[in-house]
């Protein structure tokens, strides 16, 4: 069973560039997370899709960021013109969407380094 | 008042003792919860989920569940200096997660 994979595994960029990372679910799972984790921290909720419409966005998610999950699969969240703030381990979660409990299994993790 | 809220440690403890984590929820909605290990530098791996009041036993680990106190705890039986992780809690919801910091383990040899 393939888990949840992500890609990049690491990114470091100068402020100001922009950035894209690349998620792809657990086969078979309408939904789709992003979160967001500083150190020290719980991750913190980004978005979510249930196939490929995006349900909700939290106030995290600055007019900076954008994701997609075009064919209800793999997700891209993109960073434009990157901050120093914006360094932090960027998560993807999938979950089958359906059943009694709606348990979240993450992938690795992108982590961003903003310079 | 935080939606979910622990203690962030580090708890410190013997091998082969009893860590006991803690976990206190606002939302008195929550019905089920799951907790997460997460080591560092790694991602969040599910590790146990509870939907009942009572106990919940998965070999060393077992979930507690007290909707009255809106209090979830996960005790850790035989602690393994690789048990030493943080540890996540989080109300079961359809549309995210919310995470407390965590507590961190520690587990001495």
């Known amino acids: 069973d393939t888990g949840v994979s992500q890609d990049p595994r690491h990114k470091i960029t100068k402020r100001g560039q922009n950035v894209t990372f690349r998620c792809d679910p657990i086969?078979?799972?309408?939904?789709l997370y992003w979160y967001r984790q500083t150190l020290g921290q719980g991750p913190e909720f980004l978005t979510y899709?249930?196939?490929?419409?995006?349900?909700?966005k939290s106030r995290l998610l600055s007019d900076r960021f954008s994701a997609e999950r075009p064919k209800g699969s793999f997700s891209t969240l993109e960073i434009q013109r990157t901050e120093q703030g914006d360094s932090a381990m960027y998560l993807c979660?999938?979950?089958?969407?359906?059943?009694?409990?709606?348990?979240?299994?993450f992938g690795p993790g992108t982590r961003l380094t903003v310079t | 008042q935080k939606e979910v809220e622990q203690n962030s440690g580090p708890l410190s403890v013997p091998e082969g003792a009893i860590a006991s984590l803690n976990c206190t929820y606002s939302?008195?909605?929550?019905?089920?919860f799951f907790w997460y290990r997460q080591y560092s530098g790694k991602s969040p791996e599910l590790i146990m989920s509870?939907?009942?009041?009572g106990d919940k036993e998965d070999g060393r680990f077992t979930a507690q569940l007290n909707k009255a106190s809106q209090y979830v705890s996960l005790l850790i039986r035989d602690s393994q200096p690789s048990d030493s992780a943080t540890y996540l809690c989080?109300?079961?919801?359809?549309?995210?997660?919310?995470f407390g910091t965590g507590t961190r383990l520690q587990v001495f040899p």
């Open positions: 979660a999938s979950s089958p969407g359906t059943g009694e409990l709606g348990e979240q299994y």
């Open positions: 086969s078979e799972h309408n939904r």
């Open positions: 899709f249930q196939n490929e419409a995006q349900l909700e």
């Open positions: 939302d008195r909605g929550s019905q089920s």
């Open positions: 509870i939907y009942s009041n």
């Open positions: 989080a109300p079961d919801r359809p549309d995210k997660l919310i």
